[in-house]
T-cell receptor
Framework: LAKTTQPISMDSYEGQEVNITCSHNNIATNDYITWYQQFPSQGPRFIIQGYKTKVTNEVASLFIPADRKSSTLSLPRVSLSDTAVYYCLVGDKGYSTLTFGKGTMLLVSP | GAVVSQHPSWVICKSGTSVKIECRSLDFQATTMFWYRQFPKKSLMLMATSNEGSKATYEQGVEKDKFLINHASLTLSTLTVTSAHPEDSSFYIC???????????FGQGTRLTVV
């Protein structure tokens, strides 16, 4: 599985847009990029998955440049409840295994 | 999304006893289930991957005789921590996939405290 690198932490304020970038320089042709959110003492929650260009759903957007060596999770107008750890995972869609990196701790302040 | 339920949510046990944690996919049949443990302020560490009806595949460094995994049906996998010790205290999380092309759904986790 491709290794991922994310910022350890990020700070933001309510109402702002937050962009979390993940580097995955050795991503393979069959690999997809998936983001999960985790609150303390809870299991991770799926946010979004993409392969290339841009993917958008009701909670986030995922931007993937043409070389696919990085990706950016965009959270529009964050609220206090978006304070959580965000994990970027890269692997084939079959995900024979799911390996988590260190994640990004996002703190949203009033 | 699909629902994965873990039971119990938390458990306290005495050192030397065994504890069983259940992971159920409530509204889908899971061909593959994963078990993780997570220490405070750390990331999830994959312990093993199990496919229904076959033996689990353990990650390097995980004792399969200590952490028994049984994926007996398409909706249930169990993790038994045998002869638990205080260092086994952790947050255990399971996840399940319907098939190769779907994302994994996670249970709410089980907090194990061994005293």
């Amino acid at each position: 599985l491709a290794k991922t690198t994310q910022p350890i932490s990020m700070d933001s304020y309510e109402g702002q847009e937050v962009n979390i970038t993940c580097s995955h320089n050795n991503i393979a042709t069959n690999d997809y990029i998936t983001w999960y959110q985790q609150f303390p003492s809870q299991g991770p929650r799926f946010i979004i998955q993409g392969y290339k260009t841009k993917v958008t759903n009701e909670v986030a957007s995922l931007f993937i440049p043409a070389d696919r060596k990085s990706s950016t999770l965009s959270l529009p107008r964050v609220s206090l409840s978006d304070t959580a750890v965000y994990y970027c995972l890269v692997g084939d869609k079959g995900y024979s295994t799911l390996t988590f990196g260190k994640g990004t701790m996002l703190l949203v302040s009033p | 999304g699909a629902v994965v339920s873990q039971h119990p949510s938390w458990v306290i046990c005495k050192s030397g006893t065994s504890v069983k944690i259940e992971c159920r996919s409530l509204d889908f049949q899971a061909t593959t289930m994963f078990w993780y443990r997570q220490f405070p302020k750390k990331s999830l560490m994959l312990m093993a991957t199990s496919n229904e009806g076959s033996k689990a595949t353990y990650e390097q460094g995980v004792e399969k005789d200590k952490f028994l995994i049984n994926h007996a049906s398409l909706t249930l996998s169990t993790l038994t921590v045998t002869s638990a010790h205080p260092e086994d205290s952790s947050f255990y999380i399971c996840s399940a996939k319907l098939d190769r092309n779907t994302e994994a759904f996670f249970g709410q986790g089980t907090r194990l405290t061994v005293v």
